[in-house]
């Protein structure tokens, strides 16, 4: 049973546009969300977090949206620039120390940037 | 200031052979989480250690297992390897649990 979706195993968008990954969840005990960047062979990166008591949080380019009732967030990415192509995860713990589980990570969206 | 450091980057064993791997956390970091990486699966929480003590564990067999020692450091170990324990395994260090900082990983391959 996947508690963290992220459906979209790929996207790509035009350099300087919008770039909105999406990420849905079904544990309502999640209450602290964060989104790391992934390139081949390393490991993520942290990019930004939110915790539940917010509903957005804005971190230069990037500004993820959360949506409790609907079990939904989003990264979005403003203007997507070549180097943020990459593999992007969404994660979701029970309280922000990562819980008794760990962090639950979705399965990632691949961002293509596109010149 | 030293990110997370794992060792070693690649490693191919056979099936039966048990294996070890070695995680460094950025300095000050007490907590040190293990996360398995498959196509498949995608990333999987194994279990976390803070203060030389397994904090939590994921839902993975008892041939999985770890260790910390007093300067934080940490080591996963996985005996009688499977074909499907063919895995990027992760280490991520934290000093609050609020952030996890990933390393490189280690990529594992049981033939």
């Known amino acids: 049973d996947q508690q963290v979706k992220q459906n979209s195993p790929s996207l790509s968008v035009q350099e300087g546009r919008i770039s909105i990954l999406n990420c849905d969840y079904t544990?309502?005990?999640?209450?602290?969300f964060l989104w790391y960047k992934k390139y081949p062979a390393e490991g993520p990166t942290f990019l930004i977090s939110?915790?539940?008591?917010?509903d957005k949080n804005e971190d230069g380019r990037f500004t993820v949206f959360l949506n409790k009732s609907a079990k939904h967030l989003s990264l979005h990415i403003v203007p997507s620039q070549p180097g943020d192509s990459a593999v992007y995860f969404c994660?979701?713990?029970?309280?922000?120390?990562?819980?008794?589980?760990?962090?639950?990570f979705g399965k990632g969206t691949h961002l293509i940037i596109q010149p | 200031k030293a990110g997370v450091t794992q060792t070693p980057r690649y490693l191919i064993k056979t099936r039966g052979q048990q294996v070890t791997l070695s995680c460094s956390p950025i300095s000050g970091h007490r907590s040190v989480s293990w996360y398995q990486q498959t196509p498949g699966q995608g990333l999987q929480f194994l279990f976390e250690y803070f203060s030389e003590t397994q904090r939590n564990k994921g839902n993975f067999p008892g041939r999985f297992s770890g260790r910390q020692f007093s300067n934080s450091r940490s080591e996963m170990n996985v005996s009688t390897l499977e074909l499907g324990d063919s895995a990027l395994y992760l280490c991520?260090?934290?000093?609050?649990?609020?952030?996890?900082?990933f390393g490189s990983g280690t990529r594992l391959t049981v033939v």
């Open positions: 939110i915790s539940s008591i917010k």
């Open positions: 544990n309502s005990m999640f209450d602290y």
């Open positions: 991520a260090s934290s000093r609050d649990r609020a952030g996890y900082t």
């Open positions: 994660a979701a713990s029970v309280s922000a120390g990562g819980g008794a589980d760990g962090l639950t």
